[in-house]
């Protein structure tokens, strides 16, 4: 006989979820089953009638992407409605969800045609400022610097850029942790040991942020470029031309997979639309001393002069 499976519901990306996997970091949503925007499930392999080509790492059809976590699981991202999850012999529930959280619903927002930024974001004075950049730039290190200046984050790692009918870009609540490394909790003061460990990264932690997240769609306000500088200086530019266009491109979540999914013409039609309401900049920051207040005033006192609007 086949056991019913437990379910759990949940709303974050802008999306009502029933998975399967417990999604503790999640808003907890009690809704009926006909609001479903995306279900997660689990399947064991012969159920799940996935093809899998591992020499590419993801493998691409036209309405699924699947890739293979080696001897923990692999994901099945169909539609824009579904994530199968396959468990293999070392099937680990918390390495998991960094997947299904992260490069799944990554993929599942672009299949939906959402931009997924890789970042994270902020609320101020009643819009939303998308802080993107490459591994390690220290994105999430500065969104708590705002947090520590009593802003709220609205996303973390993957940041969901809808549209209002009136073509204004909103951004979507993700949900209320951010992942920080050991350097920046140590810099804040913070001690590490009373945080959970990333599973295969000792040395970066999973951070509740429940009193301090904006639960609610807000306007997108602006998209700062993080990037690393040289020395102690820190700096805000304005970018250009065709620039804001580079930084939404790079920064798109799983980018390199736009190419595959026959998504490169939406991408660009759908960052036309953002460019047209918001300004793109890009931050400098210090490499030789720990400084990201320093930034946040930065940020600040272009918020106030309207650059922002220019």
Known sequence: MTSIKEKYAYYAFGLNILSELPLPELNCLAIPDDNIDVVIQTRDLTEAEIQLDKKKGFTVYRNEVVFEVPNTAIFSIRNGKEIIVVPLEEFDKDRVRLYVLGTCMGVLLMQQHILPLHGSAVAVGGKAYAIV?????????????????????????????????????????????????????????????????????????????????????????????????????????KTEGLE??????????????????????????YSSNILREVQTFQLTRSTSKFAPCDLVSKVLNTMKEGNLND
């Open 133 to 237: 950049g490459n591994s390690g730039a220290g994105k999430s290190t500065l969104a708590s610097a705002f947090i520590n200046e009593g802003y709220k984050l609205i996303s973390d790692d993957v940041i969901p850029v809808t549209f209002t009918g009136k073509n204004i870009p909103v951004i979507q609540p993700s949900y209320p942790q951010q992942k920080l490394w050991e350097e920046s909790l140590n810099n804040f003061g913070m001690d590490a040991r009373g945080y959970q460990p990333l599973f295969e990264r000792e040395t970066k932690y999973s951070i509740p942020v429940k009193n301090s997240f904006h639960n609610q769609p807000i306007p997108l306000g602006g998209i700062f470029e993080l990037v690393k500088g040289s020395g102690d200086s820190v700096g805000i530019r």
């Open 244 to 269: 804001g266009f580079r930084i939404l491109l790079n920064h798109t979540f799983r980018g390199s997979l736009l190419q595959r999914m026959g998504l490169r013409e939406w991408h660009f039609i």
